[in-house]
């Protein structure tokens, strides 16, 4: 059941990003211009985006509550593979040879994980001293990459940027998994629980960085990088924080799950290496209105 949520979830997502790109172009605002980010709430396409965004996470809630954060996330990180080509019909995305090789082998790496390492659960309440270091060690390499990306150029700045988001959506995920499990205390209970707070500051956080990436005019590295380190920061969090452990069937069965991560990685790399699609003639003229 938690499987099929995620892979929905994916899709969901999916929609909601290349959608939500799509309404970031249509902005006068440049990237550097914190303007584009109230301008977009005037965008009906990315809206459109947001409410499909809306739904992916609750949708990931509930397959979090069913199914190990590093199954769920693992599953959810195919929404990169389905943006991308839902990125040439809708935004003018190039997809040639390097992101079909990149996009079959972050999935090829990420079943292979799957299969191999069949991760399982642990915890579902970890200590708050596992909880703090994750948290400032998010807060930390998030601020270092937004500082660096905001000078580099349009494809660096995507695959910074979307580093950085996906620290926060990794953490997001995490804390998901714990909110849920406070919902039956009632309003009062989760407003005095640290997880909503978390949560919503990971989201927010994440929200903004990703918008500014996506803003680039170049969805591969901003989405690759974005799910592969929310994969492997979930991956990272459920182990350390959760206690979730990998398959116990031996070593071979270990080593087959991280050649997945690593096989994912590859892919991930290929698909970094997009260039920025060339802009139609009409494009130029309306962004010069």
């Known amino acids: 059941m938690g499987d099929g949520l995620a ?34 709430l005037h965008e009906p396409v990315w809206l459109a985006g947001l409410l499909f965004q ?17 199954v769920v996330q693992s599953l959810i990180s195919l929404s990169l593979v389905i943006a991308l080509f839902l990125g040439v019909w809708l935004t003018g995305q190039h997809v040639g040879g390097r992101e079909i090789a990149g996009a079959a082998f972050t999935l090829v790496g990420i079943v292979l994980f799957l299969s191999a ?4 659960g642990g915890t579902t309440h ?8 994750a948290c400032l060690v998010t807060l930390a390499l998030v601020a270092v990459l937004f500082v660096i990306g905001r000078r580099l150029g349009l494809a660096e700045k995507a695959l910074t940027l979307g580093v950085a988001a996906g620290l926060c959506f990794g953490l997001q995920a ?3 998994k714990t909110f849920v499990t406070e919902l039956g205390g009632g309003l009062a209970g989760l407003l005095s629980s640290w997880s909503v707070y978390v949560l919503i500051a990971s989201a927010l956080i994440g929200f903004v960085l990703q918008q500014s990436s996506l803003k680039t005019d170049v969805l ?29 069937a031996g070593g ?12 994912a990685i590859v892919g991930i790399i290929l698909l970094a290496g997009a260039a920025a699609p060339q802009p139609t003639e009409s494009a130029r003229i309306d962004r010069s209105r």
């Open 117 to 120: 390492g069949q991760p399982q």
């Open 54 to 70: 809306i739904l992916g996470w609750v949708l990931q809630a509930i397959a979090l509550d069913r199914a190990p954060l590093t």
């Open 252 to 263: 071979t069965h270990a080593g087959l799950a991280f050649l997945g991560l690593a096989v």
């Open 220 to 248: 591969a590295p901003a989405m690759a990088s974005s799910n592969s380190v929310t994969l492997f920061s979930s991956v990272v969090l459920g182990i350390a924080v959760y206690g979730e452990r990998l398959s116990e």
């Open 126 to 133: 970890p200590s708050a001293a596992d909880w703090w270091l």
């Open 174 to 176: 995490a804390v998901t």
């Open 7 to 40: 892979i929905v979830a994916a899709v969901a997502f999916a929609f909601g990003t290349v959608l939500q790109q799509k309404g970031t172009l249509s902005t006068q605002a440049e990237g550097n211009d914190p303007r584009f980010l109230l301008q977009i």
